[in-house]
């Protein structure tokens, strides 16, 4: 089944402890991004990846790093989490300017 | 800066009452306009792609319109398993970024 999968689904943390979220996609595509959900914002592009090795800042990368070191996997590294970084991520991937498929995901909390 | 505008923020309908949602957009060359559905707790799940002024493309009771400012979902008796929140999102020329609305919460009561 196509699809592209988060993990984990839910975490709480503390202010500080670094985490990573990942990501993968099983469709062979070179478009990758991560967006963040919060209420009355709409989704809001983080980082992107045009392909292997390839990243590039969206509309709000403050506290957050990425990195592609294969065609499948884009996780997301927030070093030192802060409160303000709570909210629902969620990763997508495409093909090259085609529609985005976007996965299950993340709710995080930092306290 | 490419924007978008959807409305209304939140809308309740009766199954059977047919209505339309709006998106209003800015963009610098558009290559795309994409509608997605978003069920509580899960990702957005995509609809429909628009590429230009004219264009229709039609799925279930759900229609969508494009223009050269706006595009229209259009649904048509509508059941209480179209309630969720539905999302416009432009991609403009040269690039694969989104650019997505707030969004609109339906509710359909049976």
């Known amino acids: 089944e196509a699809q592209v999968t988060q993990n984990p689904r839910y975490l709480i943390t503390v202010t500080g402890k670094k985490l990573t979220v990942t990501c993968s996609q099983n469709m062979n595509h070179e478009y990758m991004s991560w967006y963040r959900q919060d209420p009355g914002l709409g989704l809001r592009q983080i980082y992107y990846s045009m392909n292997v090795e390839v990243t590039d800042k969206g509309d709000v990368p403050e506290g957050y790093k990425v990195s592609r070191k294969e065609k499948r996997n884009f996780p997301l590294i927030l070093e030192s989490p802060s409160p303000n970084q709570t909210s629902l991520y969620f990763c997508?991937?495409?093909?090259?300017?085609?529609?985005?498929?976007f996965g299950p995901g993340t709710r995080l909390t930092v306290l | 800066e490419d924007q978008v505008t959807q409305s209304p923020e939140a809308l309740r309908l009766q199954e059977g009452e047919s209505s339309s949602l709006n998106c209003s957009y800015t963009?610098?060359?558009?290559?795309?306009l994409f509608w997605y559905r978003q069920d509580p707790g899960k990702g957005p799940e995509f609809l429909f792609t628009l590429y230009s002024a004219g264009e229709e493309k039609e799925k279930e009771r759900l229609k969508a319109t494009l223009t050269k400012k706006e595009s229209f979902l259009h649904i048509t008796a509508p059941k209480p398993e179209d309630s969720a929140t539905y999302l416009c999102a432009v991609q403009a020329m040269g690039g694969n970024k989104l650019v997505f609305g707030a969004g609109t919460i339906l509710r359909v009561k049976s």
């Open positions: 963009v610098s060359g558009l290559r795309g």
């Open positions: 997508a991937s495409s093909i090259l300017g085609n529609e985005q498929f």
